[in-house]
């Protein structure tokens, strides 16, 4: 099961660090995904890590701002999120999934476990 904390309210240009931490085993053999939803717009693909090779990838609109990473923990992921802008505002979810290829990372629909949602909200 997996849950994803650490979302809260911040200024435009804040930083805010989420994490996802699995209470029924390691990541070790998971990619992880991180995917937000804001109101009336479909869940969109922000980042993921391949726990094994630490390979990574990014939504273009993020990629230079969040930087997903393993925590020391084998059951965390992290998402470090800096200069964040109002357009960031949405339900952050955690996914993982044991059997996914590069080209479906950024499919919601190719995760077969989600956490629940933690709300960033950013105002200007």
């Known amino acids: 099961q997996l849950q994803a904390s650490g979302g809260g309210p911040v200024q435009a240009g804040g930083s805010l660090r989420l994490s996802c931490t699995n209470s029924e085993g390691t990541f070790r053999r998971y990619v992880v995904g991180w995917f937000r939803q804001a109101p009336g717009k479909e869940r969109e693909f922000v980042a993921a890590?391949?726990?094994?090779?630490?390979?990574?990838a990014y939504a273009d609109s993020v990629k230079g701002r969040f930087t997903i990473s393993r925590g020391t923990a084998e059951n965390t992921v992290y998402l470090q999120m800096d200069s964040l802008k109002p357009e960031d505002t949405a339900a952050y979810y955690c996914?993982?999934?044991?059997?996914?290829?590069?080209?479906?990372?950024?499919?919601?629909?190719?995760?077969?476990?989600w956490g629940q949602g933690t709300q960033v909200t950013v105002s200007s």
């Open positions: 996914a993982a999934d044991s059997t996914l290829i590069l080209s479906s990372w950024r499919m919601t629909s190719a995760y077969d476990y």
């Open positions: 890590i391949k726990w094994s090779s630490r390979a990574t």
